[in-house]
T-cell receptor
């Protein structure tokens, strides 16, 4: 069965440090890939997405992600974390379901804590 | 206000009661979705709707009923709530335009507790 794995349930980094959140997917073909962020008490906001082409994609809030086909990974990175980045981060894939109904499959999330 | 809203934001109910969670969007998006979010599972799709009067099951539909009589509203009903339905529920919508990727936009969520 297709799946999305975020192996890190919780990550703690110091403000100003670099960040990498891991995401692996299990699927025969390359799906559409996404990273969402959920701040406390808020809905999900799209950070970035990958459909095809350049494997390094830039998103909002200074985030980027790199697609590696050989590793079935789509890791999220940020060179210098800000206290406001503390949130939960979800990786998601769209398994190219038929028609226009995009069905997202989400990973279990990574909770990011930022230390002052 | 423009966007996608959910009500109530918080709800406590008892086992066996009927509960309806509301979702309203002002973008006239064709597609609407209901997800539940549980620790360790991320978000899982319950039901989705391609247009008014068209609905379909997602990954975890059991125990839930949806309807969509108007494009802008997509209520989710738990006909007889169970403790296992304690969760945070998110509604989302997307345009459904053919030939382009349709990003989903999420509401703020409803936290439901079933005692």
């Amino acid at each position: 069965a297709q799946s999305v794995t975020q192996p890190d349930i919780h990550i703690t980094v110091s403000e100003g440090a670099s960040l990498e959140l891991r995401c692996n997917y299990s699927y025969g073909a390359t799906p559409y890939l996404f990273w969402y962020v959920q701040s406390p008490g808020q809905g999900l906001q799209l950070l970035l997405k990958y459909f095809s082409g350049d494997t390094l994609v830039q998103g909002i809030k200074g985030f980027e992600a790199e697609f590696k086909r050989s590793q079935s990974s789509f890791n999220l990175r940020k060179p210098s974390v800000h206290w406001s980045d503390a949130a939960e981060y979800f990786c998601a894939v769209d398994l190219l379901s038929s028609g226009s109904a995009r069905q997202l499959t989400f990973g279990s999330g990574t909770q990011l804590t930022v230390l002052p | 206000d423009a966007g996608i809203t959910q009500s109530p934001r918080y709800k406590i109910t008892e086992t066996g009661r009927q509960v309806t969670l509301m979702c309203h969007q002002t973008w006239s998006h064709s597609y609407m979705f209901w997800y539940r979010q549980d620790l360790g599972h991320g978000l899982r799709l319950i039901y989705y709707s391609a247009a008014a009067d068209i609905t379909d099951k997602g990954e975890v539909p059991d125990g839930y009923v949806v309807s969509r009589s108007k494009t802008e509203n997509f209520p989710l009903t738990l006909e007889s709530a169970t403790r296992s339905q304690t969760s945070v529920y998110f509604c989302a919508s997307s345009t459904g335009l053919v030939g382009t990727y349709n990003e989903q936009f999420f509401g703020p969520g409803t936290r439901l507790t079933v005692l």
